[in-house]
């Protein structure tokens, strides 16, 4: 008699780090991100090695495969608020297929967009579903992570990752892995030069420049006219 054994969890811990700075516009839904310069990605990547090491293989490996719990569902974590003191609607797991899962939002007026994506694709090997693979993380949308430029919240990718021994015995990661996502902050507006003589009747025109922030779809106080005098 052969008793099998499986893979256990451990207390390894992986995060990587994405920024709302570098987020583009979507009409409607966010105004672009206000990079603060350097590398500010908003896509990153784990190795299933990474992943992998967050378990105890066992005796039934050299190489656990990494995959998707197909049974995740339920709150992310991650909220993303209308305005400032506004509702607030929050982000929950979608299972798409074997190779990627999202993170939704569930009401208001972006109701069902994709605020990021976790996808699964073929490592240095080139064939996808092997000990190889590679899951990328990408920041679609803003969510709520307090304020400053610096400021981070973190998305626990607990449940989502399942690690397979070579016998078939399945574990599914409920710790370790995370996702750290820095906050966007608005910067100051830049107004157009204007010269003008100083004579009855003559009229200067120009716009200020507002740099909102990811998390506004438009600014919420927009400035509409100015008005200088002598």
């Known amino acids: 008699t052969i008793q099998n054994d499986a893979p256990t969890q451990n207390a390894g811990t992986v995060s990587i780090s994405v920024f709302e700075d570098t987020l583009t516009a979507v009409a409607g839904h966010q105004s672009a991100g206000n990079p603060d310069g350097g590398a500010q990605p908003t896509f990153a990547s784990f190795s299933s090695g990474q992943i992998a090491a967050l378990v105890n293989a066992g005796a039934d490996a050299p190489n656990l495969l990494i995959g998707f719990n197909s049974l995740i569902a339920g709150n992310t974590g991650l909220t993303q608020s209308e305005y400032s003191g506004g509702p607030v609607h929050n982000i929950v797991w979608s299972y798409v297929n074997a190779n990627e899962i999202d993170g939704i939002v569930s009401g208001g007026p972006n109701d069902g967009d994709k605020a990021f994506t976790l996808v699964r694709s073929a490592g240095a090997d080139n ?46 990661i409920d710790n370790g ?30 716009s200020l420049h507002t740099h909102p922030v990811a998390e506004a779809p438009i600014p919420l106080d927009p400035i509409t006219s100015f008005d200088c005098s002598t």
């Open 177 to 206: 892995a995370t996702v750290t996502i820095q906050n966007d902050a608005p910067l100051n507006y830049t107004p157009d030069s204007q010269l003008t003589v100083d004579i009855a009747g003559n009229v200067i025109t120009g």
């Open 127 to 172: 064939v996808l579903g092997t000990p190889d693979d590679v899951f990328t993380f990408t920041l679609l949308e803003h969510v709520d992570n307090g304020t400053g430029e610096a400021n981070t919240t973190t998305l626990n990718l607990n449940n989502v990752f399942t690690a397979t021994d070579t016998d078939g015995d399945v574990i599914i």
